[in-house]
Structure formats: C-alpha cells, structure tokens
C-alpha cells in the first residue's frame, strides 16, 4: 500500500508556472506507475500526465501536452508535475494516483489506479 500527498498547488495568473509534488510512503515506490489528473469544479476528473515505474516513458493529455512535464525522482519516492504557460482552464483540483504495475505503457484511465492522494488546487487567473 502506498499514500500520496500533493503539494505546490495555489493562485496564479495566466502565463505563470507552478511545479506540484506528490511523495509517496512506503519503500516499493518503483514498483509503481504514477499519473496525475484533475477535476474542474463541476465536471469528471480527467487524465493530465502519466509515468511509467522507471520514468523511461510518459503520456500526456492533449490539452497539457508541450506544457506540462510529468517526472519523478525515485531515490526521494516522489512525482513532478512541471506546469508552464498556465491557463485559466487549467483551474481544477489536482490528484495524484498510483498503479502497481511494470508495463512499459503508461495508462490513461482513472480505474486503473489503485491509490490516490487527496489533491491541491490550483487557480488560474485571467
């Protein structure tokens, strides 16, 4: 089992950049495949960013895509969600899940992670 705890979350303007974290408990942090998503106020939490067990390969939701970066640091059991060119739709509640699996591909569906963080908010002003 595995607990996850979000942080770097808070209030930005548009153009800004934010870096969210999420450290993980326990010592088989390798043994999983971690993501990020997020969940606007009002609407079904979506996929943002995944990394498989490794780091050696990652997934991106299109609307992130070129201005996000997903990484993690395995020797500190932590997950990097690198945020730039903020815009106000990137408002939303952000999570950080855990999959244990060695698949080389990352996952984008929200079932398939078995634990989850309790989220950090992030805001993005106009």
């Known amino acids: 089992q595995v607990q996850l705890v979000e942080s770097g979350g808070g209030l930005v303007q548009a153009g800004d950049s934010l870096r969210l974290s999420c450290a993980a408990s326990?010592?088989?942090?390798?043994?999983?495949?971690m993501g990020w998503f997020r969940q606007p106020t009002g609407k079904e939490r979506e996929f943002v960013a995944a990394?498989?067990?490794?780091?050696?390969?990652?997934a991106y939701a299109d609307s992130v895509k070129d201005r996000f970066t997903i990484s993690r640091d395995n020797a500190k059991n932590t997950v990097y969600l690198q945020m730039n060119s903020l815009k106000p739709e990137d408002t939303a509640v952000y999570y950080c899940?855990?999959?244990?699996?060695?698949?080389?591909?990352?996952?984008?569906?929200?079932?398939?992670?078995?634990?989850w963080g309790q989220g950090t908010q992030v805001t993005v002003s106009s």
């Open positions: 990394i498989i067990w490794d780091g050696a390969s990652t």
């Open positions: 326990g010592r088989t942090f390798t043994t999983y495949a």
């Open positions: 899940a855990a999959r244990r699996t060695f698949s080389r591909l990352s996952s984008t569906e929200r079932n398939d992670y078995d634990y």
